[in-house]
Protein backbone atom coordinates (compact mmCIF):
# COMPACT_ATOMS: atom_id res chain seq x y z
CA UNK A 1 0.00 0.00 0.00
CA UNK A 2 1.68 3.06 -1.15
CA UNK A 3 2.68 6.00 1.64
CA UNK A 4 0.76 9.24 1.60
CA UNK A 5 2.33 12.45 1.32
CA UNK A 6 2.75 14.33 4.91
CA UNK A 7 2.21 18.07 3.06
CA UNK A 8 0.40 20.40 5.28
CA UNK A 9 -0.43 22.79 3.00
CA UNK A 10 -2.96 20.13 1.00
CA UNK A 11 -4.54 19.70 5.13
CA UNK A 12 -7.85 21.65 5.71
CA UNK A 13 -8.59 23.20 8.77
CA UNK A 14 -9.26 20.50 11.91
CA UNK A 15 -12.73 19.95 12.21
CA UNK A 16 -13.81 19.14 16.33
CA UNK A 17 -16.10 16.87 17.24
CA UNK A 18 -16.16 16.66 20.67
CA UNK A 19 -12.26 16.84 21.36
CA UNK A 20 -11.59 14.63 18.52
CA UNK A 21 -10.23 16.26 14.97
CA UNK A 22 -11.54 14.87 11.51
CA UNK A 23 -8.97 15.85 8.40
CA UNK A 24 -8.97 14.33 5.52
CA UNK A 25 -5.67 12.43 4.75
CA UNK A 26 -5.94 13.68 0.98
CA UNK A 27 -8.65 16.08 0.90
CA UNK A 28 -10.21 16.50 -2.64
CA UNK A 29 -13.41 16.39 -4.26
CA UNK A 30 -12.82 12.61 -5.28
CA UNK A 31 -11.91 11.07 -2.41
CA UNK A 32 -12.09 7.46 -1.68
CA UNK A 33 -14.16 6.38 1.11
CA UNK A 34 -14.25 2.87 2.21
CA UNK A 35 -17.05 1.56 4.72
CA UNK A 36 -16.96 -1.44 6.82
CA UNK A 37 -20.25 -2.95 6.65
CA UNK A 38 -23.23 -3.00 4.99
CA UNK A 39 -25.87 -3.23 7.66
CA UNK A 40 -28.40 -0.32 7.91
CA UNK A 41 -26.20 2.49 9.16
CA UNK A 42 -23.35 1.06 6.24
CA UNK A 43 -25.70 1.21 3.67
CA UNK A 44 -27.50 4.72 4.71
CA UNK A 45 -23.67 6.24 5.30
CA UNK A 46 -22.68 5.08 1.82
CA UNK A 47 -25.82 6.04 0.02
CA UNK A 48 -26.16 9.40 1.42
CA UNK A 49 -22.64 10.01 0.65
CA UNK A 50 -22.97 8.91 -2.87
CA UNK A 51 -26.10 11.31 -3.91
CA UNK A 52 -24.85 13.88 -1.85
CA UNK A 53 -21.40 14.03 -3.65
CA UNK A 54 -20.80 12.28 -6.91
CA UNK A 55 -17.31 13.18 -6.76
CA UNK A 56 -16.85 10.31 -4.02
CA UNK A 57 -15.34 7.12 -4.80
CA UNK A 58 -17.38 4.94 -1.94
CA UNK A 59 -16.95 1.23 -1.50
CA UNK A 60 -18.91 -0.48 0.81
CA UNK A 61 -17.44 -3.73 2.03
CA UNK A 62 -19.49 -6.69 4.04
CA UNK A 63 -18.28 -9.99 5.89
CA UNK A 64 -21.31 -11.59 3.98
CA UNK A 65 -24.30 -10.31 2.14
CA UNK A 66 -25.14 -6.84 2.10
CA UNK A 67 -28.24 -6.26 4.24
CA UNK A 68 -28.84 -9.87 5.50
CA UNK A 69 -27.20 -9.20 9.26
CA UNK A 70 -29.09 -7.73 12.01
CA UNK A 71 -30.57 -5.24 10.92
CA UNK A 72 -32.62 -7.55 8.62
CA UNK A 73 -33.93 -9.56 11.60
CA UNK A 74 -34.68 -5.95 13.23
CA UNK A 75 -38.22 -5.45 14.05
CA UNK A 76 -38.21 -2.23 12.49
CA UNK A 77 -39.65 0.30 15.38
CA UNK A 78 -39.36 3.75 14.76
CA UNK A 79 -40.15 4.77 18.33
CA UNK A 80 -38.19 8.17 20.23
CA UNK A 81 -40.77 8.40 22.38
CA UNK A 82 -41.04 4.45 22.94
CA UNK A 83 -37.69 3.89 23.78
CA UNK A 84 -37.04 7.43 25.22
CA UNK A 85 -35.10 6.23 28.88
CA UNK A 86 -35.02 8.66 32.00
CA UNK A 87 -31.58 9.94 31.67
CA UNK A 88 -31.23 10.03 27.75
CA UNK A 89 -31.46 13.68 26.95
CA UNK A 90 -29.73 13.68 23.69
CA UNK A 91 -31.06 10.08 22.97
CA UNK A 92 -34.33 11.60 22.62
CA UNK A 93 -33.64 14.86 21.06
CA UNK A 94 -31.30 12.88 18.30
CA UNK A 95 -34.59 10.37 18.33
CA UNK A 96 -36.57 13.05 17.58
CA UNK A 97 -34.82 14.62 14.66
CA UNK A 98 -34.35 11.06 12.85
CA UNK A 99 -38.03 10.32 13.45
CA UNK A 100 -38.89 13.43 11.61
CA UNK A 101 -36.67 12.68 8.90
CA UNK A 102 -38.19 9.59 7.61
CA UNK A 103 -40.25 10.10 5.46
CA UNK A 104 -37.82 11.87 3.40
CA UNK A 105 -35.31 9.37 4.18
CA UNK A 106 -38.19 6.25 2.84
CA UNK A 107 -38.88 8.70 -0.24
CA UNK A 108 -35.37 9.70 -1.21
CA UNK A 109 -34.50 5.75 -0.91
CA UNK A 110 -37.71 4.41 -2.78
CA UNK A 111 -36.97 6.86 -5.83
CA UNK A 112 -33.29 5.97 -6.04
CA UNK A 113 -34.36 2.20 -5.65
CA UNK A 114 -37.05 2.10 -7.74
CA UNK A 115 -38.92 0.20 -5.52
CA UNK A 116 -41.63 1.73 -3.07
CA UNK A 117 -40.71 1.13 0.55
CA UNK A 118 -43.64 2.04 2.82
CA UNK A 119 -43.44 4.05 6.69
CA UNK A 120 -46.04 2.34 9.26
CA UNK A 121 -46.97 5.49 11.22
CA UNK A 122 -50.11 4.14 12.74
CA UNK A 123 -48.77 4.61 16.26
CA UNK A 124 -48.07 2.69 19.30
CA UNK A 125 -49.82 1.34 22.56
CA UNK A 126 -47.86 -0.04 25.89
CA UNK A 127 -50.14 -1.83 28.24
CA UNK A 128 -49.68 -2.66 31.70
CA UNK A 129 -52.10 -5.73 32.64
CA UNK A 130 -50.51 -6.22 36.11
CA UNK A 131 -50.90 -3.52 38.96
CA UNK A 132 -46.77 -3.47 39.04
CA UNK A 133 -46.63 -2.61 35.51
CA UNK A 134 -49.12 -0.27 35.71
CA UNK A 135 -47.03 1.59 38.25
CA UNK A 136 -43.96 1.36 36.62
CA UNK A 137 -45.72 2.42 33.37
CA UNK A 138 -47.20 5.50 35.20
CA UNK A 139 -43.56 6.95 36.03
CA UNK A 140 -42.59 6.51 32.63
CA UNK A 141 -45.38 9.12 31.92
CA UNK A 142 -44.94 11.20 33.98
CA UNK A 143 -41.65 11.17 32.46
CA UNK A 144 -42.71 11.70 29.30
CA UNK A 145 -45.42 14.57 29.84
CA UNK A 146 -42.80 15.94 31.98
CA UNK A 147 -40.41 15.87 29.10
CA UNK A 148 -43.55 17.40 27.14
CA UNK A 149 -43.24 14.55 24.83
CA UNK A 150 -46.59 13.86 22.84
CA UNK A 151 -47.95 10.77 25.21
CA UNK A 152 -51.59 9.80 26.38
CA UNK A 153 -52.83 8.30 29.27
CA UNK A 154 -55.43 5.01 29.06
CA UNK A 155 -58.22 3.28 30.63
CA UNK A 156 -57.89 -0.30 29.84
CA UNK A 157 -61.26 0.15 28.40
CA UNK A 158 -60.21 3.01 26.32
CA UNK A 159 -56.95 1.50 25.11
CA UNK A 160 -59.33 -1.96 23.52
CA UNK A 161 -61.28 1.15 21.41
CA UNK A 162 -58.20 1.81 20.19
CA UNK A 163 -57.09 -1.56 19.57
CA UNK A 164 -60.00 -4.16 19.88
CA UNK A 165 -57.42 -6.98 19.82
CA UNK A 166 -56.07 -6.22 23.21
CA UNK A 167 -56.85 -8.55 26.34
CA UNK A 168 -59.37 -7.97 27.67
CA UNK A 169 -57.47 -8.21 31.03
CA UNK A 170 -55.32 -5.09 30.22
CA UNK A 171 -55.83 -2.24 33.03
CA UNK A 172 -54.09 0.85 31.24
CA UNK A 173 -52.44 2.02 28.44
CA UNK A 174 -49.97 4.47 27.02
CA UNK A 175 -51.14 5.97 23.69
CA UNK A 176 -48.12 7.42 21.49
CA UNK A 177 -49.45 8.36 18.22
CA UNK A 178 -46.26 9.89 17.12
CA UNK A 179 -44.18 6.45 17.17
CA UNK A 180 -43.79 4.61 13.49
CA UNK A 181 -42.27 1.20 12.11
CA UNK A 182 -40.44 0.09 8.90
CA UNK A 183 -40.70 -3.23 7.31
CA UNK A 184 -37.02 -4.25 7.33
CA UNK A 185 -37.08 -6.71 4.58
CA UNK A 186 -38.33 -4.13 2.18
CA UNK A 187 -36.04 -1.41 3.40
CA UNK A 188 -32.62 -3.15 3.49
CA UNK A 189 -32.71 -4.53 -0.59
CA UNK A 190 -34.15 -1.17 -1.23
CA UNK A 191 -31.29 0.68 0.35
CA UNK A 192 -28.62 -1.59 -1.32
CA UNK A 193 -30.21 -0.81 -4.43
CA UNK A 194 -30.09 2.58 -4.08
CA UNK A 195 -26.14 2.31 -3.02
CA UNK A 196 -25.99 0.32 -6.77
CA UNK A 197 -27.98 3.29 -8.40
CA UNK A 198 -25.84 6.11 -7.22
CA UNK A 199 -22.51 4.43 -8.19
CA UNK A 200 -21.30 2.45 -4.83
CA UNK A 201 -18.81 0.14 -5.29
CA UNK A 202 -20.33 -3.16 -3.37
CA UNK A 203 -17.87 -5.85 -2.13
CA UNK A 204 -19.88 -8.78 -0.39
CA UNK A 205 -17.79 -11.85 1.46
CA UNK A 206 -15.13 -9.21 1.91
CA UNK A 207 -13.95 -9.56 5.32
CA UNK A 208 -12.06 -7.22 6.67
CA UNK A 209 -9.28 -8.03 9.11
CA UNK A 210 -8.09 -4.91 10.03
CA UNK A 211 -7.66 -1.00 9.57
CA UNK A 212 -4.08 -0.06 8.21
CA UNK A 213 -2.74 3.38 9.76
CA UNK A 214 0.28 4.96 9.37
CA UNK A 215 1.23 6.57 12.67
CA UNK A 216 -2.14 8.78 13.59
CA UNK A 217 -3.31 8.85 9.81
CA UNK A 218 -5.54 5.98 8.09
CA UNK A 219 -4.03 4.55 4.96
CA UNK A 220 -6.80 1.95 4.03
CA UNK A 221 -8.34 -1.21 5.27
CA UNK A 222 -6.90 -5.18 4.58
CA UNK A 223 -9.59 -6.82 3.19
CA UNK A 224 -8.89 -10.81 2.35
CA UNK A 225 -5.73 -10.51 2.67
CA UNK A 226 -5.15 -8.04 0.49
CA UNK A 227 -4.44 -3.71 0.88
CA UNK A 228 -7.16 -1.08 -0.06
CA UNK A 229 -6.09 2.42 -0.22
CA UNK A 230 -8.58 4.63 1.63
CA UNK A 231 -8.53 8.74 2.71
CA UNK A 232 -11.53 8.01 4.70
CA UNK A 233 -12.38 4.94 6.35
CA UNK A 234 -15.90 4.28 8.26
CA UNK A 235 -16.06 1.33 10.62
CA UNK A 236 -19.97 0.34 10.50
CA UNK A 237 -19.37 -3.22 11.32
CA UNK A 238 -22.30 -3.64 14.19
CA UNK A 239 -21.43 -5.93 16.75
CA UNK A 240 -18.33 -7.05 14.46
CA UNK A 241 -16.80 -3.61 14.60
CA UNK A 242 -14.46 -3.94 18.13
CA UNK A 243 -12.77 -7.11 16.38
CA UNK A 244 -11.47 -5.59 13.38
CA UNK A 245 -7.77 -5.16 14.07
CA UNK A 246 -5.13 -2.38 13.58
CA UNK A 247 -6.65 0.18 15.72
CA UNK A 248 -4.85 1.48 19.17
CA UNK A 249 -6.75 0.24 22.55
CA UNK A 250 -7.89 4.04 23.23
CA UNK A 251 -9.10 3.60 19.40
CA UNK A 252 -11.00 0.69 19.19
CA UNK A 253 -14.74 0.68 19.54
CA UNK A 254 -15.75 -0.90 22.73
CA UNK A 255 -18.70 -2.74 21.31
CA UNK A 256 -20.12 -6.11 22.05
CA UNK A 257 -22.96 -8.38 20.74
CA UNK A 258 -26.03 -8.23 22.57
CA UNK A 259 -28.31 -11.17 21.32
CA UNK A 260 -31.91 -10.55 20.58
CA UNK A 261 -34.70 -13.38 19.18
CA UNK A 262 -37.76 -12.82 17.20
CA UNK A 263 -40.01 -14.64 15.72
CA UNK A 264 -42.21 -14.00 12.52
CA UNK A 265 -45.58 -15.50 12.42
CA UNK A 266 -47.53 -16.00 9.73
CA UNK A 267 -50.92 -13.13 9.86
CA UNK A 268 -54.26 -14.80 8.99
CA UNK A 269 -57.28 -12.82 7.63
CA UNK A 270 -59.21 -13.10 10.43
CA UNK A 271 -56.02 -11.43 12.24
CA UNK A 272 -57.04 -7.85 13.24
CA UNK A 273 -54.22 -6.11 15.05
CA UNK A 274 -53.36 -2.74 13.48
CA UNK A 275 -51.18 -0.96 15.44
CA UNK A 276 -47.28 -1.66 17.24
CA UNK A 277 -48.65 -3.24 20.81
CA UNK A 278 -45.78 -3.10 23.67
CA UNK A 279 -45.53 -4.51 26.98
CA UNK A 280 -42.54 -4.45 29.62
CA UNK A 281 -41.58 -7.96 28.75
CA UNK A 282 -42.79 -8.13 24.72
CA UNK A 283 -43.85 -6.45 21.56
CA UNK A 284 -45.84 -7.27 18.49
CA UNK A 285 -45.54 -5.81 15.32
CA UNK A 286 -48.61 -6.19 12.37
CA UNK A 287 -45.74 -6.00 9.02
CA UNK A 288 -47.48 -5.02 5.68
CA UNK A 289 -46.10 -8.01 3.94
CA UNK A 290 -48.41 -10.24 5.59
CA UNK A 291 -46.47 -11.27 8.62
CA UNK A 292 -46.27 -10.28 12.55
CA UNK A 293 -43.05 -9.92 14.30
CA UNK A 294 -43.22 -10.93 18.04
CA UNK A 295 -39.92 -10.25 20.19
CA UNK A 296 -37.85 -9.48 21.72
CA UNK A 297 -34.99 -11.04 23.88
CA UNK A 298 -31.93 -8.75 25.54
CA UNK A 299 -29.28 -11.21 26.20
CA UNK A 300 -25.32 -11.52 27.11
CA UNK A 301 -24.33 -14.49 24.93
CA UNK A 302 -21.45 -13.26 23.06
CA UNK A 303 -21.20 -14.09 19.27
CA UNK A 304 -23.71 -16.88 19.78
CA UNK A 305 -26.60 -16.09 17.33
CA UNK A 306 -28.41 -19.78 18.44
CA UNK A 307 -31.89 -19.55 19.16
CA UNK A 308 -33.45 -21.01 22.47
CA UNK A 309 -36.14 -22.89 23.72
CA UNK A 310 -36.14 -20.79 26.63
CA UNK A 311 -36.11 -17.30 24.53
CA UNK A 312 -39.01 -18.26 22.25
CA UNK A 313 -40.89 -19.80 24.91
CA UNK A 314 -40.74 -16.26 27.25
CA UNK A 315 -41.28 -13.91 23.95
CA UNK A 316 -44.55 -16.16 22.54
CA UNK A 317 -46.22 -15.95 26.26
CA UNK A 318 -46.09 -12.33 26.92
CA UNK A 319 -46.93 -11.53 23.67
CA UNK A 320 -49.77 -13.66 24.28
CA UNK A 321 -50.81 -12.16 27.31
CA UNK A 322 -51.55 -9.23 25.53
CA UNK A 323 -52.86 -10.18 22.48
CA UNK A 324 -54.26 -13.84 22.49
CA UNK A 325 -55.13 -14.22 19.18
CA UNK A 326 -51.70 -15.09 17.96
CA UNK A 327 -52.36 -18.45 19.45
CA UNK A 328 -52.94 -19.79 16.30
CA UNK A 329 -50.87 -18.23 13.59
CA UNK A 330 -48.29 -20.16 11.96
CA UNK A 331 -44.95 -19.70 12.72
CA UNK A 332 -42.95 -18.38 9.64
CA UNK A 333 -39.43 -18.23 10.84
CA UNK A 334 -37.24 -17.70 14.04
CA UNK A 335 -34.56 -14.95 13.61
CA UNK A 336 -31.82 -14.16 15.93
CA UNK A 337 -29.92 -11.15 15.69
CA UNK A 338 -26.86 -9.53 17.38
CA UNK A 339 -27.01 -6.10 18.32
CA UNK A 340 -24.03 -4.10 18.77
CA UNK A 341 -24.07 -1.93 22.24
CA UNK A 342 -21.56 -0.21 24.19
CA UNK A 343 -21.76 0.62 28.01
CA UNK A 344 -23.99 3.45 27.98
CA UNK A 345 -25.89 1.87 25.03
CA UNK A 346 -25.48 4.78 23.34
CA UNK A 347 -24.28 5.05 19.52
CA UNK A 348 -20.28 5.43 18.67
CA UNK A 349 -20.82 8.33 15.80
CA UNK A 350 -18.25 10.69 14.67
CA UNK A 351 -14.19 11.11 14.00
CA UNK A 352 -11.59 10.02 16.34
CA UNK A 353 -8.19 10.96 16.73
CA UNK A 354 -6.66 8.70 13.94
CA UNK A 355 -6.89 11.08 10.89
CA UNK A 356 -9.42 9.99 8.43
CA UNK A 357 -11.33 7.38 10.41
CA UNK A 358 -15.19 7.76 11.82
CA UNK A 359 -17.25 5.75 13.86
CA UNK A 360 -20.76 5.12 12.93
CA UNK A 361 -21.26 1.57 14.96
CA UNK A 362 -23.12 0.60 18.41
CA UNK A 363 -26.54 1.64 17.78
CA UNK A 364 -27.86 -0.75 19.97
CA UNK A 365 -31.38 -1.88 19.16
CA UNK A 366 -31.69 1.23 17.66
CA UNK A 367 -30.10 1.26 13.94
CA UNK A 368 -33.09 1.58 12.00
CA UNK A 369 -34.48 4.20 13.90
CA UNK A 370 -30.75 6.56 13.39
CA UNK A 371 -30.09 5.37 9.99
CA UNK A 372 -30.99 8.80 8.80
CA UNK A 373 -29.88 11.19 11.34
CA UNK A 374 -26.33 8.88 11.41
CA UNK A 375 -26.09 9.10 7.61
CA UNK A 376 -26.88 13.03 7.44
CA UNK A 377 -23.76 13.49 10.29
CA UNK A 378 -21.11 11.19 8.86
CA UNK A 379 -21.86 12.73 4.85
CA UNK A 380 -22.17 16.59 6.50
CA UNK A 381 -18.69 15.75 8.90
CA UNK A 382 -16.56 13.96 5.47
CA UNK A 383 -18.17 16.30 3.00
CA UNK A 384 -17.75 19.76 4.72
CA UNK A 385 -16.27 19.31 7.60
CA UNK A 386 -18.96 19.86 9.80
CA UNK A 387 -20.42 16.37 12.11
CA UNK A 388 -22.60 18.77 13.69
CA UNK A 389 -23.59 19.20 17.37
CA UNK A 390 -26.27 16.49 17.48
CA UNK A 391 -24.01 13.71 17.71
CA UNK A 392 -21.40 15.40 20.06
CA UNK A 393 -22.59 13.49 22.55
CA UNK A 394 -22.22 10.38 21.50
CA UNK A 395 -18.05 11.06 20.37
CA UNK A 396 -16.44 8.08 19.98
CA UNK A 397 -13.40 9.24 22.31
CA UNK A 398 -15.81 9.44 25.19
CA UNK A 399 -14.79 5.86 26.86
CA UNK A 400 -11.21 6.67 26.24
CA UNK A 401 -10.25 7.23 29.81
CA UNK A 402 -11.34 4.32 31.26
CA UNK A 403 -9.86 2.03 29.08
Known sequence: MPAKGNDDNRRPPAIRCGSAVFILSHPSSTSRIVIVGAGVIGLSVAWRLARENAGHRVLLLDANRAGEGTSRVSAGMIAPIAEAGFEDPHFIQFARKSRERYRSFIAEVSADADTPVMLGEEGSIIIAIHRDDVDAMRRVYDHRRHADLPVE??????????????????????????????????????????????????????????????????????????????????????????????????????????????????????????????GPRAYLLPKDDGTVVVGATQEEAGFDATATAGGIKGILENAWEMVPSIYDLPIERIEVGLRPGTRDHLPLIGPTRIRGLVMATGHFRHGILFAPTTADAVCSGITHGDFGDDVAAFAPERFASAR
Not at 212 to 221: E, H, I, N, S
Request: hydrophobic residues 45%; proline residues 6%; contains cysteine.
Open 153 to 278: WLTGSQAREIEPTLTPRVSAAMWIAYDGQVNTRALLPALVRACIGRGVELREGARVSRIVTDGDAVMGVEVNGEGVDADVVVLSAGAWSGTIGGLPGDVAPQVRPIRGQIMRLKRMPDFATTHVVR
